[in-house]
């Protein structure tokens, strides 16, 4: 029975080395694959489909939502959701949800009605309008990002500020009256 024993002995580490080695290379191919997913993925976000320097993405047309139908009795959610669509014609983002035009008669009209209101979040919004009413936008993607915190945003996070040219392409897509579809 030792001699039966003896000869298994070396079957078995046999066995253990191949299985060793087997998944190994199991573990090799995986990291492999996901390896080469997770390039595909990156360089594929990174590709921007850009047209004479504009990112055709972001200026594409988003169908503008009828002018800001608020009120002084609208709620703090409706004035931030117009505020939030306002800022997709300047910013970077990965999902732009509708879009209404800045103007300055728009933001006086939201600055009276916030002012107007006890909303909880009453400084931050006439904070970000004041600037805006001044005409200064180089924080407009930082504001996008307060007004989507506020209103629990998940998906669309601004990453950036647009440069001029794609702006002008952001409001010629979805501003102009050739582009204005009639709900």
């Given at each position: 029975?030792?001699?039966?024993?003896?000869?298994?002995?070396?079957a078995?580490?046999?066995?253990?080395?191949?299985?060793?080695?087997?998944?190994?290379?199991?573990?090799?191919?995986?990291l492999?694959?996901y390896?080469s997913?997770?390039?595909?993925?990156?360089?594929?976000?990174?590709e921007?489909?850009?047209?004479?320097?504009?990112n055709?993405?972001?200026?594409?047309?988003?169908?503008?939502?009828?002018?800001?139908?608020?009120?002084a009795?609208?709620?703090?959610?409706?004035?931030?959701?117009?505020?939030?669509?306002?800022?997709?014609?300047?910013?970077?983002?990965?999902?732009?949800?509708?879009?209404i035009e800045?103007?300055?008669?728009?933001?006086?009209?939201?600055?009276?009605?916030?002012?107007?209101?006890?909303?909880?979040?009453?400084?931050k919004?006439?904070?970000?309008?004041?600037?805006?009413?001044?005409?200064?936008?180089?924080?407009?993607?930082?504001?996008?990002?307060?007004?989507?915190?506020?209103?629990?945003?998940?998906?669309?996070k601004?990453?950036?500020?647009?440069?001029?040219?794609?702006?002008e392409?952001?409001?010629k897509?979805?501003?102009?009256?050739?582009?204005?579809?009639?709900?």
């Open positions: 029975m030792k001699k039966g024993a003896a000869i298994m002995e070396p078995t580490k046999n066995s253990k080395k191949i299985g060793i080695i087997l998944l190994f290379f199991i573990l090799l191919i995986t492999i694959i390896g997913m997770q390039l595909i993925i990156f360089f594929n976000d990174r921007q489909v850009t047209k004479d320097g504009v055709l993405q972001q200026t594409k047309n988003i169908q503008e939502e009828k002018p800001s139908e608020v009120t009795d609208s709620t703090e959610d409706e004035v931030l959701n117009v505020m939030n669509k306002m800022t997709h014609q300047f910013v970077i983002a990965d999902d732009k949800w509708g879009a800045m103007t300055p008669e728009r933001i006086d009209q939201l600055i009276e009605i916030v002012s107007a209101n006890n909303y909880p979040n009453k400084e919004m006439l904070g970000i309008l004041e600037n805006w009413r001044k005409g200064n936008f180089k924080k407009v993607d930082e504001d996008h990002n307060v007004i989507w915190s506020i209103q629990d945003g998940n998906i669309g601004a990453k950036g500020i647009m440069s001029e040219k794609e702006q392409a952001f409001k897509n979805n501003f102009t009256q050739e582009n204005q579809t009639d709900d």
